[in-house]
């Protein structure tokens, strides 16, 4: 490519390469960008946060990019707006989870899929904050965030101290008081779950969307 291509004519076919399942074929569009685009960190986090880039092909990128030469800032950035997403997912679901009809399939379905959806958020947001460094930290926060161990979740906040970035130690620390926490200052705050499913219905995800309308539609008493 390298060889055929100009290099203003390389960025498209290696940002489409970016979502290949194999790490070799990332790796080596990575290191073509970065050759050939002149703002490679700005243009690459703009891909990584537009919608159509699934949470698996940023996890792949994030972990290639790891090898490569890049600033912090754009990482902390990338982190911060992940963590933000996922305390937002968070704070829907657990107004999902306490609805009167949240044993109706759609509302199941639609928790499912928000689960699934802040899991792989969050854990994009982790492989990010690794890049930044305190990468024992991290895991120890990530265990605490998968488990519902008392003990677990104790280590992971002592943990939080660790973390120099004190804005993303702030949202990590949300999302591990979980139900019992408040909303993370800026996000929405749902009276509902009429609101959080209209916010799951306008997310870039197709099938977190695609749920979010079935629920609307479908269960007694939403529209």
């Known amino acids: 490519m390298r060889r055929v291509l100009p290099e203003p004519a390389r960025e498209r076919p290696c940002l489409a390469a970016l979502t290949d399942r194999h790490p070799d074929v990332v790796e080596a569009a990575l290191r073509v960008l970065a050759e050939a685009v002149d703002d490679f960190e700005r243009r690459l986090f703009a891909w990584l946060n537009q919608g159509g880039v699934s949470p698996r092909e940023q996890k792949r990128v994030l972990e290639s990019l790891a090898r490569h030469p890049v600033a912090r800032l754009p990482f902390e950035e990338f982190a911060e707006r992940k ?50 460094g305190d990468s024992q930290s991290i895991h120890i926060v990530s265990l605490g965030l998968k488990s519902k161990d008392a003990r677990q979740v104790a280590r992971a906040k ?34 509902g779950a009429n609101d959080a499913l209209e916010w799951c219905r306008t997310h870039s995800d197709a099938w977190l969307c695609a749920c979010a309308v079935h629920a609307l539609q479908l269960t007694p008493g939403r529209v």
Request: charge should be negative; hydrophobic fraction near 50%.
């Open 158 to 191: 002592e943990a939080l101290s660790s973390i120099a970035d004190s804005q993303l130690g702030a949202q990590l620390a949300q999302l591990l008081s979980g139900a019992e926490g408040t909303a993370e200052a800026g996000a929405p705050h749902f009276t």
């Open 83 to 132: 963590l933000h997403e996922a305390n937002v997912m968070s704070q829907a679901l657990h107004v999902l989870e306490r609805d009167r009809q949240a044993a109706d399939p759609a509302m199941k379905l639609a928790r499912i899929v928000l689960a699934e959806r802040l899991a792989q958020t969050l854990e994009v947001a982790l492989v990010a904050m690794e890049n930044l």
